[in-house]
């Protein structure tokens, strides 16, 4: 029974990380997308990430 707890935490654990990994690309093809519409706000972009 114990082994059985574990795999399903491990599993639990594994599946919250490929979500936030997932997550976390959706936002940067939207951040992309977005900046990529105007140049200004890729310079503006370009400017608060130096």
Not at 8 to 24: G, M, N, P, Y
Not at 30 to 37: A, E, H, M, P, T
């Amino acid at each position: 029974m114990k082994k059985i707890g574990e795999l399903i935490k491990v599993s639990k654990l594994f599946a919250d990380d490929t979500l936030k990994v997932h997550r976390e690309n959706v936002f940067e093809e939207i951040r992309l997308k977005i900046f990529s519409q105007s140049t200004f706000s890729k310079k503006r972009y370009l400017a608060n990430t130096i």
